[in-house]
């Protein structure tokens, strides 16, 4: 027996349990001890065999960090044949979360049981990989083609009750005893002589398949998961189960699955799931830092990004009161909630009379006397520094102490709001992307004076409310926003140096931006940009620079909402179309200035769009605004629809490496001067040095 894995007979029932936190994942000790105990179990007395996990779950995958190193006996497939060929019947009993390489696991087992609040899933695609232990072979023969596809593409978990309507687990046992219940169930089965179930054994007919079914299957995830290389064959894989024998079948996932491992998409993935786990944890903070309780939550202003945070608070079920200036101002806020939650409804998201729960937790007050209970208040009212201050001077006079008071800020200096209160301890930056309720990014904001616990109760409360936290320090923008400056601005040069929007946008949306630069300008409005640029005198005076974006508002082209912009938008099916008057507009500004307009290739516009993220990204390290390279990857992959599978801009440049964004950035320096390109002293040093950001992370704690 191992460590890990230990064995003991109940009765009759041998019981096989895995014990290896935190998650039970399936590094080289694990794989050995289910063999040794399967292998065990074969030669004693028992009649039938119970696999069963210690701890929060059952197991969760693979161990994730050991792709990339040498292989270890045994491979995943050996232990999974071991089980598949016990003369035993192997009963896989789940709680928790049976992922990845644990549902293969479970899935090679002749019987699967589930307490009620467990789930199953394939969430390998997540990673740019898929399942490589036999996953795409028996979803598919227990669940058929077509929901087999959608879990493995989706990557999304199942829970028990639904798992065992789709053929995936047999049983869903009462109570929450699941190693008792597991044992009566094992009994049973040897005492009804229940046969030794395999999946493989089951056929799946081939007539019932559709012609071209998986042709439209590849063209619609093309579609879905732009940029992703695992979609495409996970279907090659379900396509092997119904036209192949079960061992051709496996085979050919194995030779897929490997071919991904190595692939530089799943390597960004899987950066990206570390990067978000290390980038909850505050480098300075001990991890017994003492948590604030959130029992109720205030918000300060009931507009689009109020309402959202509210519903944030609410569907954890924590109550939530919202402060407007008026009963009508609070009703509007009321209503967009409803309206919020409503498309949710129709979408089959949420159950209607739930809808009604969550909304009666949300209450409204026009009186700052009322916030005297609340452990939690943000404020998400308009970008004016002064009226921000007023406000966190009126909550310092009513909020109890210990109340944690935060800014939904964008970008005005959370110390001066904190400034205003006799208690900066408490204050600090919430900041949520809209829509709130959304958008998985919330960036917290540490204050020169914030308190430890604070920060740790937010990063505990973000969580919570299904976020993924970055920390960062006071700087206008903070990271995310702060980086976006030179990406706008090129977006916008390359239109006077000869694109089209439209070749800028595909440019970016071809490297997998959920958006192009300019369609996202022109979803957030133009005019926001614009009042933006008024406040500013750092701005190089250029009459190239923002020119397009200028003129459009100037026209009363805001974008989306006034229905064109640096497009037009179709009224009825909200397309974006090009628009020739943009394209002849931008020809005539440019032969104004005496620009000579130019092809431009799509590698110039993506290195022009995206090396200024990088150089920000490094000034914004040195600086030690981010904590980490990871957690800027983090932010940009959660916060700006940066594409997963390139792993953030941070690890981006590691891969394409700093010399050569350096150079590049020299290059554009000659070309355009220095107020546009101006090579961060960090990258320039690990460029000099031959290192990574990586690297720099790893080095600098
Ligand atoms: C696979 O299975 C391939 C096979 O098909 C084929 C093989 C041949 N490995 O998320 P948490 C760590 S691919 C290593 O905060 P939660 C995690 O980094 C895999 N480590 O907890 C963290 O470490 P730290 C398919 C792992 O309760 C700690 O555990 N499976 C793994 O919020 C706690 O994690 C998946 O993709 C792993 N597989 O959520 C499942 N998983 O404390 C991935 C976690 O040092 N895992 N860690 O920061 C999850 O989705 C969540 O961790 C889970 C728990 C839902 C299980």
């Known amino acids: 027996m191992s460590n890990v894995v230990s064995y003991e007979l109940v009765g009759n029932i041998g019981v096989i349990s895995v014990n290896s936190p935190p998650v039970n994942a399936l590094s ?11 292998n065990a179990a074969a030669e004693d007395a028992s009649e039938a065999v119970v696999l069963r996990c210690e701890g929060r779950t059952f197991i969760a995958g693979a161990d994730i960090t050991e792709f990339g190193k040498p292989p270890m006996e045994p491979g995943l497939p ?22 990845g390489g644990g549902f293969e696991v479970a899935l090679a087992c002749h019987y699967r049981c589930a307490i009620a609040s467990a789930k199953v899933g394939l969430p390998e ?36 009750a639904k798992a065992n309507s789709m053929g995936l687990i047999d049983e869903v046992v009462e109570g929450d005893d699941l190693q008792a219940a597991a044992i009566k169930y094992a009994s049973d089965l040897v005492a009804s002589g229940a046969p030794l179930k395999r999946v493989r054994d089951i056929t799946i007919d081939a007539s019932t398949i559709e012609p071209g079914f998986f042709d439209a299957a590849r063209k619609k995830l093309a579609l879905r998961a732009r940029g992703q290389i695992a979609p495409d064959k996970i279907v090659s894989c379900i396509e092997a189960a119904v036209n192949l024998l079960m061992d051709e079948g496996l085979e050919r996932e194995r030779e897929l699955f490997r071919e991904l491992v190595t692939s530089p998409e799943s390597a960004a993935m899987r950066h990206i799931f570390f990067a978000e786990r290390q980038a909850a944890k505050i480098k300075d903070l001990p991890k017994d830092t003492p948590l604030r309780d959130i029992k109720k939550v205030a918000i300060i202003g009931g507009g689009t990004m109020g309402g959202g945070i509210a519903m944030c608070f609410a569907n954890v079920g924590i109550p939530v009161v919202m402060v407007e200036i008026n009963d009508e101002a609070l009703a509007r806020g009321m209503k967009i909630i409803r309206k919020n939650y409503t498309i949710t409804v129709a979408k089959g998201k949420l159950p209607a009379d739930k809808m009604e729960q969550l909304i009666s937790t949300i209450t409204g007050t026009t009186d700052y006397a009322d916030l005297g209970d609340v452990d939690l208040v943000i404020e998400a009212v308009f970008e004016n520094l002064e009226l921000k201050k007023e406000i966190f001077a009126k909550l310092d006079a009513v909020c109890k102490p210990g109340a944690i008071l935060a800014t939904n800020t964008s970008y005005q200096d959370v110390d001066a709001i904190a400034a205003a209160t006799n208690r900066p301890q408490d204050v600090l930056g ?29 990063m505990q409360i973000g969580k919570k409310i299904g976020k993924v936290c970055a920390l960062s320090r006071v700087c206008y923008g903070f990271i995310g926003n702060r980086m976006l400056g030179g990406y706008g601005r090129e977006a916008q040069m390359l239109l006077m140096d000869g694109c089209t929007p439209a070749q800028v946008d595909s440019a970016l949306e071809k490297f997998g931006m959920a958006m192009g630069p300019l369609a996202m300008g022109d979803l957030a409005g133009l005019d926001v940009g614009y009042k933006a640029r008024e406040g500013r005198t750092d701005l190089p005076d250029d009459p190239k620079l923002y020119r397009m974006g200028t003129l459009l508002v100037e026209m009363g082209r805001h974008g989306q909402k006034t229905g064109s912009g640096f497009y037009k938008y179709d009224p009825e099916t909200r397309r974006r179309l090009s628009d020739p008057e943009v394209e002849s507009m931008i020809k005539e500004e440019a032969a104004k200035l005496n620009l000579e307009q130019r092809d431009i290739s799509d590698e110039e516009i993506l290195q022009r769009c995206l090396y200024p993220l990088i150089n920000e990204g490094a000034l914004i390290l040195e600086e ?4 980490r390279p990871s957690d800027i990857d983090v932010v940009y992959v959660f916060g700006y629809a940066f594409p997963a599978a390139k792993g953030g801009p941070m690890h981006y440049a590691d891969q394409i490496g700093l010399k050569n964004v350096y150079d590049k950035i020299c290059e554009f320096r000659e070309r355009d001067g220095e107020m546009y390109w101006k090579p961060a002293p960090l990258l320039e040093k690990l460029a000099k040095e031959g290192k990574t950001f990586a690297e720099w992370g790893s080095e600098n704690g």
Request: aromatic share 2%; hydrophobic share 50%; no cysteine.
């Open 28 to 38: 080289q000790a694990v794989r050995e001890g289910i063999l040794n105990t399967v």
């Open 78 to 99: 050996e232990v999974l044949s071991a089980i598949e060929n016990s003369k035993k019947p192997v009963i896989a009993a789940i709680h928790g979360t049976a992922l």
């Open 125 to 160: 695609v997540k990673l740019g990989l898929l399942p490589g232990a036999g996953g795409t072979q028996r979803v598919p023969r227990l669940a058929g083609v077509e929901a087999a596809l959608d879990m493995i593409t989706t990557g999304n978990p199942v829970a028990a």
């Open 430 to 458: 919430l900041h949520f992307f809209s829509p709130a309720n959304v958008m998985k990014l919330l960036e917290i904001v540490r204050g020169e004076k914030t308190a430890d616990d604070a920060l740790a109760t937010s």
């Open 624 to 627: 030690g605004i981010a904590q």
